[in-house]
Nanobody, 124 residues
Framework: QVQLVESGGGSEQAGGSLRLSCKLT????????MGWFRQAPGQEREGVAL???????TYSTSVKGRFIISRGDAENALYLQMNSLNPDGTAIYYC??????????????????WGEGTRVTVSA
């Protein structure tokens, strides 16, 4: 059974940094498309970053240059380094996995497995 568990959320001031982690069990992370998504209060969930099995990453325009997605194969874990945070980053952040190794895009309908989410709050 595939399970995803996020950690590392919390509160930070604008301009600060946070690192999110996601532990994958029941599957091997290097064979999957993995991603981070977020849902801000009152808004739909949106894609933040993806990384495919080859290690190629994709970012939304809102976070490109500030966030870094990475993967720890030995730990079977996914990470999101978030730098230069701003209040728009306040959201619940979800880790997600796709059954296959390639990523289709930043739409959440393309992902098959989801974590419960971790809350990030950025104050001005």
């Amino acid at each position: 059974q595939v399970q995803l568990v996020e950690s590392g959320g919390g509160s930070e001031q604008a301009g600060g940094s946070l690192r999110l982690s996601c532990k994958l069990t029941g599957a091997t992370i290097k064979t999957k498309c993995m991603g981070w998504f977020r849902q801000a209060p009152g808004q739909e969930r949106e894609g933040v970053a993806l990384i495919n099995a080859a290690g190629t990453s994709t970012y939304s325009t809102s976070v490109k240059g500030r966030f870094i997605i990475s993967r720890g194969d030995a730990e079977n874990a996914l990470y999101l380094q978030m730098n230069s945070l701003n209040p728009d980053g306040t959201a619940i952040y979800y880790c997600a996995a796709r059954r296959v190794y390639s990523c289709a895009g930043l739409g959440d309908a393309d992902m098959d497995y989801w974590g419960e989410g971790t809350r990030v709050t950025v104050s001005a």
